[in-house]
Each structure stands twice: as structure tokens, then as C-alpha cells.
């Protein structure tokens, strides 16, 4: 049992903002809690692709995504992140940067996120935490093999990682989204889609959400039974 840590939410203005600002108090008011056996590992993968230069200006959107990461750590939970273009990019450690501006590689290369894979998996496969997820964003594609890639080293470390692919669509210039293919995930996988960064924190908060409350279901059945 993990005890006498905090739980709170991300103040996403204030995250977004906080670059700006010099301001970095970003999480909301606390209380004590325990999780114990309701403890999450989460992995993230952020697209540091050419193109984000363009598309996360200041990269204003990721910061704050990665102040919704420092939260979690906060509480209790394991979280890590790996940024990706053509190859793995080395970041801070979120636990240890989450009072400052985490400083992000510049964007550049192409979009590949089986680089990331293995990262990923390495974290996941050495945390302790009953439940773990992965939440991959990409404002490209993501090419079947290397979803596959990503499959078989879950399957080298005899993992079954539920995925969330979250992809920036942008808009064209007639006003409608542009088409990108899915491939072929797991039935435990997810393929999401937002039209800005600023949507990006609140769905990161909304996965976590989701994740928390089906553990908190399962334990609650597994007491009742």
C-alpha cells in the first residue's frame, strides 16, 4: 500500500500557459489518498516529427500533457515518456522535472513509432503496477508495421498492453478534416482523433479517467465476490 501521497487535477490553463508565465504550479488542490492495489504504469509516446514544429508551436500542447504525466506521478502512479520521430529522443525524467519546464527535443525527421516501442515496453514491463496502458500522439500515420513492431515487443515481454492512439487531424483548407488510414489494431486498442493541441491534455485526463474508473470496478467486484 502506497500511502501519504497527493491526488489532484491538472489546471490545464495553467499548464498551457505556463511556459509564458515562468509559472509551473499547474495542479489543483489535494487531499491524501491511497492506491495500492488501484496503482497505473503509464507509458506516452509524443511525435517530435518535423512537422510538429508547425503544428505545436512553442510545443505548448505536449507541455501540458506532460503536466497531466507529473500528476499522476504525484499521486502515486508510474509514468514515462518517450518522444519519437525517426528514431527515440531522449527526454527528461517527468518525476524529476515536473516543478519546471521540461525541456523537449526539437522537432525534426519523419514519423516513425516503432523507435519508440522498445522504450516503452521496457518501462511497462519493470513497474509493478497491477494495470499499465500506453497512450501513443502522432500528427502522421502510423504505418501497419510498425504497429506490428509494436505488437511483437509487448509479445517478447509477455505483455498485452490496451493502446491509445490519439492523432492530430488537420484540417484542409476547403474546412474538412483530411483522411488518414487506421491499420489493424487489437480488439483492446483505440484509435482517436483531435482537430487541435489544446485537445490533447483533456484527452490524455479522459484515458486516465476511463482506466482508473475500470480498475476501481474490478477491485469493487473482486470484493463483492
Known sequence: MVEGLRRGSVNIRAAMHGEKTGNMRVFEKRVPSKIGA????????????????????GALGQRASIAVLAALIDMGHDASLTAYSSRAMPVE???????????????????????????????LAGSKAPTKIAI????????????DA????????????PTYFIQLVALERGGGASSMGIPALSPWDAWLKIRTMQDLPLVFQQIIAKTAKTVVAELTRRQAA
Request: charged letters at 20%.
Open 150 to 161: 509494436w505488437y511483437a515487443a509487448q509479445a517478447l515481454a509477455r505483455l498485452r498492453i
Open 38 to 57: 488501484a496503482r497505473m504504469a503509464v507509458a506516452v509516446a509524443l511525435d517530435a516529427s518535423g512537422s510538429m514544429a508547425s503544428n505545436d508551436p
Open 136 to 147: 501513443v500522439f502522432t500528427d502522421g500515420d502510423v504505418e501497419q508495421q510498425e504497429l
Open 93 to 123: 525524467d517527468v518525476a524529476k522535472t515536473r516543478g519546471r519546464p521540461l525541456k523537449l527535443p526539437v522537432p525534426g525527421g519523419d514519423t516513425y513509432f516503432a523507435a519508440a516501442a522498445s522504450p516503452m515496453v521496457r518501462h
